[in-house]
């Protein structure tokens, strides 16, 4: 099997050259010529890495970045953005919304061909299933068992699902709507009330075992997984 590489790119010119070079290296290669379509090819194929324009008609690279980021089926996968601008900020804000990788045009198709393979190399372990381990909080995926302080913790299947999405990527504050999206899915209709109930599950299971409350409530924002107890509901 191929890896899949989506390209989102609105140049024509320069979406055929990069399918000219990336099926060359034998990958497969499935096109986006605008944000939405993007959205909408990811979905029917989820790729295995996406080279993605920042500056694109309809809905921008960064936008594109971060819904892919909310799918399920794409929250993992290595993302390269390609941008016109080298200014640090926009850079720091390409990898803030979720970005591996990122490259000024123009670039050197080498380089470019490098870091897709690297950034598919990276990202073959995650897709492994294994360990997240979060303070003294440990999951184990594989026999789908949590453990804190050394003692088992009973999770819900919804709850364990959480745990997972907040426990890959610690610190970060996720609206309701946000965990809905990662954990329930996008097609799903659910209340964002539901997302507090199950929070309060989660934390209650959590803390049976020890005191230090691990979610971090942000009026108003949404829930992190974080070590410190401000702002906890
Ligand atoms: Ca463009």
New binding site residues.
């Given amino acids: 099997m191929k890896p899949v590489v989506l390209v989102v790119?609105?140049?024509t010119s320069?979406m055929t050259m990069l399918r000219y070079n990336l099926e060359k290296e034998g990958y497969r290669v499935t096109e986006a010529g605008d944000g939405e379509e993007a959205i909408t090819v990811a979905a029917e194929t989820p790729p295995d890495a996406v080279i993605l324009?920042?500056?694109?008609?309809r809905m921008s690279?960064v936008e594109v970045c971060r819904q892919l980021r909310r799918r399920p089926e794409t929250r993992n996968v290595p993302i390269i953005m390609?941008t016109?601008r080298s200014e640090e900020a926009d850079k720091v804000r390409g990898l803030n919304v979720g970005a591996d990788d990122y490259m000024t045009k123009p670039f050197s198709m080498v380089e470019l061909l490098a870091r897709v393979r690297a950034l598919l190399r990276r990202a073959k372990p995650s897709q492994a299933k294994g360990q997240l381990s979060f303070s003294d909080i440990v999951m184990d995926l594989d026999a789908h068992r949590v453990s804190r302080g050394g003692k088992y913790v009973h999770l819900g299947p919804t709850e364990f699902r959480l745990l997972q999405y907040l426990m890959e990527r610690p610190g970060t504050v996720f609206s309701r709507e946000e965990l809905l999206n990662g954990v329930w899915g996008p097609d799903i209709y659910v209340e964002p009330r539901t997302v507090d109930v199950h929070i309060r599950r989660l934390r209650k299971a959590l803390n049976e075992t020890e005191s230090m409350d691990v979610i971090r409530t942000v009026r108003a924002a949404g829930y992190a997984l974080d070590a410190t107890n401000d702002q906890a509901a």
Avoid: N, Q, R, V
């Fill in positions: 790119e609105d140049e320069l324009d920042w500056m694109l008609p690279g390609l016109a």
